[in-house]
């Protein structure tokens, strides 16, 4: 019954962004036809609906196989610490098709929060394929450190295997945000970008706590995750709407509470704590710095 009226639901509000974006395009065209712009205002308008509509499709390919993978008992035990994702090639392409190419300006965003420069060392938790830590190695240099954890063998090896092709020094660890391999005051930079939205409540602050405890003093833990956009049109417009629409999934409730820390950080004892935000606000950034000298 209730998986009959979730499916009904979710048709629903398929349907609704298949016509949205048809009409966007359509209405596009007529607005660029008013101003006097020629006949080809109407190819305009229709390749970019086509174009949106792509991205929606690519989404939804992503997320049914996902679901399938699921369905079909590949779901990992590792699921009981978060939404674990196997389709590590799709993620890629879904990444770079919903920042509608924008890909490199949102990981050097993330990057600048957390100050990496030569010779850091980096820790990304729940690290995917591994875009962030390989945009990292520009930055650092061969006298970097850099360390990603995963759930996913497929994200981790596709990770792997892309540091490879370009030659950068990474190891990706498979293991889970809940308890990290390393010694205490590790890192200069830990990140966790797009992961907390995947983790269960209580994981959430266990993981957190744990990022806390490899973090160096004077270090940056930059948590990176979707929030209440301070503009729907330019959250549309930044290629960020359709991510936010498939973004159902959060294990710990709505995904755009994933950022909601209450007094933990504080509790955790971080010097300086700020709040940042990307692509019309829906993604959101918290950095939290701990006391003591900044990291040479
Ligand atoms: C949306 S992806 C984000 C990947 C990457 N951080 C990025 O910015 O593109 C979330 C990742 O977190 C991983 N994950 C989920 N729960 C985890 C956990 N408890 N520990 C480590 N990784 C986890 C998933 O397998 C998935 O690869």
Same mark, same amino acid.
């Given at each position: 019954?209730?998986?009959?009226?979730?499916?009904?639901?979710?048709?629903?509000?398929?349907?609704?962004?298949?016509?949205?974006?048809?009409? %966007?395009?359509a209405?596009?065209?007529?607005v660029?036809r008013?101003?006097?712009?020629?006949?080809?205002a109407?190819?305009?308008g229709?390749?970019?609906?086509?174009?949106?509509?792509? +991205?929606?499709?690519?989404?939804?390919?992503?997320?049914?196989?996902?679901?399938?993978?699921?369905?079909?008992?590949e779901?990992?035990?590792?699921?009981?610490?978060?939404?674990?994702?196997?389709?590590?090639?799709?993620?890629?392409?879904?990444?770079r098709?919903v920042?509608?190419? &924008?890909?490199?300006?949102? &990981?050097?965003?993330? #990057?600048?929060?957390?100050e990496?420069?030569t010779?850091?060392?980096? #820790?990304?938790?729940?690290?995917? /394929?591994? /875009?962030? #830590?390989?945009?990292?190695?520009? &930055?650092?240099g061969?006298?970097?450190?850099?360390?990603?954890?995963? %759930?996913s063998?497929? @994200?981790?090896?596709?990770?792997?295997?892309?540091?490879?092709?370009?030659?950068v020094?990474?190891?990706?660890?498979?293991?889970?945000?809940?308890?990290?391999?390393? $010694?205490?005051?590790?890192?200069?930079?830990?990140?966790?970008?797009?992961? %907390?939205?995947?983790? $269960?409540?209580?994981?959430?602050?266990?993981?957190?706590?744990? @990022?806390? &405890?490899?973090l160096?003093?004077?270090?940056? @833990?930059?948590? +990176?995750?979707?929030? /209440? $956009?301070?503009?729907?049109?330019?959250?549309l417009?930044?290629? @960020?709407?359709?991510?936010?629409?498939?973004?159902?999934?959060?294990?710990?409730g709505?995904? %755009?509470?994933?950022?909601?820390?209450?007094?933990? #950080?504080?509790?955790?004892?971080?010097?300086?704590?700020?709040?940042?935000?990307?692509?019309?606000?829906?993604?959101?950034?918290?950095?939290?710095? /701990?006391?003591? $000298?900044?990291p040479?």
């Amino acid at each position: 019954m209730r998986t009959g009226r979730l499916k009904h639901a979710s048709l629903a509000r398929l349907t609704h962004l298949f016509l949205l974006l048809t009409l %966007l395009g359509a209405g596009a065209a007529f607005v660029l036809r008013a101003h006097g712009v020629g006949w080809w205002a109407f190819p305009l308008g229709v390749a970019g609906a086509v174009a949106a509509h792509l +991205v929606l499709v690519a989404g939804l390919f992503f997320v049914v196989r996902q679901r399938r993978a699921h369905v079909h008992g590949e779901r990992s035990d590792g699921d009981r610490d978060g939404l674990v994702l196997h389709g590590a090639r799709g993620y890629d392409w879904l990444v770079r098709a919903v920042t509608l190419g &924008r890909e490199g300006k949102l &990981r050097r965003w993330m #990057l600048d929060l957390g100050e990496v420069r030569t010779g850091s060392s980096v #820790l990304d938790v729940g690290s995917g /394929t591994g /875009t962030l #830590l390989l945009a990292a190695a520009a &930055r650092t240099g061969p006298g970097g450190v850099l360390h990603g954890i995963e %759930l996913s063998p497929e @994200m981790g090896a596709r990770a792997r295997e892309k540091a490879r092709r370009r030659g950068v020094a990474l190891t990706v660890t498979e293991g889970s945000a809940t308890s990290l391999p390393w $010694p205490d005051a590790s890192f200069d930079a830990v990140f966790c970008t797009l992961v %907390l939205h995947h983790l $269960p409540t209580a994981v959430r602050e266990t993981a957190i706590r744990e @990022m806390r &405890r490899v973090l160096r003093q004077g270090g940056r @833990m930059v948590l +990176v995750d979707w929030q /209440t $956009p301070h503009s729907l049109l330019r959250t549309l417009f930044s290629g @960020m709407g359709l991510v936010y629409f498939l973004h159902r999934h959060a294990p710990g409730g709505s995904p %755009l509470e994933a950022l909601a820390t209450g007094t933990l #950080l504080a509790d955790l004892g971080f010097a300086r704590v700020s709040r940042h935000a990307f692509g019309g606000g829906a993604l959101g950034a918290i950095v939290a710095q /701990t006391g003591g $000298p900044a990291p040479e």
